[in-house]
């Protein structure tokens, strides 16, 4: 039961958070594309798998899914 009340709690704050971390993000998009087209994508190959861990709201993890299905 105790358990519950932490997920709920932990649920709650992250919904809350999920908004303001993508708006926040927003204002650093450049350096994530840098990162995205410089530096992952010349890193793909066909057929590779990426993990992204901690992936947050998974706004990069889809860009990066773009760019390997590009690959």
Do not use: H, P
């Not at 450049?30 to 990426?50: C, P, Q």
């Amino acid at each position: 039961m105790k358990d519950n009340k932490r997920i709920k709690k932990e649920r709650k704050y992250w919904d809350k958070f999920s908004s303001k971390f993508d708006k926040r993000k927003k204002k650093e998009w450049k350096v994530y594309e840098s990162l995205l087209f410089n530096k992952i994508a010349d890193n793909l190959d066909k057929g590779n798998t990426v993990l992204e861990v901690a992936c947050g709201t998974g706004r990069v993890t889809l860009e990066i899914s773009k760019q390997a299905n590009k690959v």
